[in-house]
């Protein structure tokens, strides 16, 4: 890349298994890049530790274009760990972060970098349609924002995925929060700055397999709900509260009973009942506590969030960043 005083424009594309896509989605992106050319742009693509073809690929092309510059992982880490070593290793004035698959339109980049050049640090793109994609999965997503949000106080996007353009301090922001169960989505709310949106219709995936599945994104919401709020907690501490008094009002009825009616027997159901349902109430609460335990444990490990293989022809020797 030959130094010009033009802003550099980081593409940061996070990768795994996509080698059915790329030619597709470099020949888009170059399009987009030719043209803007007041910009210098980096395309950075972070594979993910994908099993086919996707590495030579991207090698092949920086052997054309040397705006193209990767990072190897050592593994596969999953996406927001991806995402974060492209913070790492992003040289550019502002970073786009663009899914491989194409269903973010790189079409959207020029007005990205026009609400950029207004001064806005976070351009995020919203969807308006989702297409392609089952009923089920728009109704969890759904679903999972409006839980999300009715327990958090900074504001969750609706409908936005990664697909943003960052100015550099919100990068450097990012790279800060270092955090081992990532939720990326909300900590892009959280850093705050100026953000604005786009609205967008998100096409299906050009090709290639989406590695999302139901497990996946089950665990992804217990991370996000666990990594922003400790309302759960709390909810088992009322719902605590509420039952042992209930349990109060029942044992003086109980008493009041036994003093003016005289010890009866009956009543071994309702005490199974009653058992069991404590029972269960107290494994929920227990697994809740866990969850969070379980959250402390990971983060006290403070292991690196990723190694990396390769950065270009450079073979890495990970050390701390
Ligand atoms: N991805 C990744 N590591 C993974 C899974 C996915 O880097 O372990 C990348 C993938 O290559 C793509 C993006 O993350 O660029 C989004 O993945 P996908 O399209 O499978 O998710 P969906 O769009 O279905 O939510
Ligand atoms: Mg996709």
Not at 144 to 164: A, C, H, P, W
Not at 294 to 301: L, S, W
Request: aromatic share 12%; net charge neutral; with cysteine.
């Amino acid at each position: 890349m030959e130094e010009t005083n033009k802003k550099l424009v980081t593409v940061l594309v996070p990768a795994y298994n996509e080698q059915d896509v790329l030619h597709l989605l470099y020949s888009r992106l170059k399009t987009i890049m030719d043209e803007q050319t007041n910009y210098d742009f980096e395309l950075l693509f972070i594979n993910d530790g994908s099993k086919d073809d996707t590495l030579k690929i991207i090698q092949d092309l920086r052997i054309t274009d040397n705006r193209v510059c990767y990072v190897n992982l050592s593994r596969n880490y999953g996406k927001e760990t991806a995402m974060m070593a492209g913070f790492d290793y992003a040289k550019g004035d502002c970073v786009i972060i663009i899914d491989a698959d194409l269903q973010d339109p790189p079409e959207l980049i020029p007005q990205m970098l026009e609400y950029w050049e207004q001064g806005y640090d976070d351009v995020y793109a919203k969807r308006r349609s989702r297409k392609g994609e089952t009923f089920l999965k728009k109704f969890t997503s759904k679903m999972y924002y409006k839980v999300l949000q009715s327990m958090t106080n900074i504001e969750i996007q609706k409908d936005t995925g990664d697909f943003r353009l960052l100015d550099r301090r919100c990068v450097e922001a990012l790279k800060l929060i270092r955090e081992s169960q990532r939720c990326t989505k909300g900590l892009f709310s959280w850093i705050g700055y100026n953000k604005k949106e786009i609205l967008f219709d998100r096409d299906p995936r050009a090709a290639g397999q989406t590695k999302w599945n139901y497990g996946k994104l089950i665990n992804l919401s217990i991370d996000g709900l666990t990594s922003f709020t400790t309302a759960p907690l709390r909810w088992a501490a009322v719902i605590g509260l509420l039952t042992s008094f209930a349990g109060f009002i029942y044992m003086l009825v109980v008493i009041f009973k036994t003093i003016f009616y005289g010890v009866d027997v009956p009543g071994y159901s309702s005490t199974l009942v009653v058992i069991l349902f404590l029972g269960g109430i107290q494994l929920i609460f227990l697994g809740i506590i866990g969850e969070y335990l379980g959250r402390a444990f990971y983060e006290t490990k403070n292991r690196p969030l990723y190694f990396v293989d390769k950065y270009n022809e450079e073979k890495i020797t990970n050390v701390r960043r």
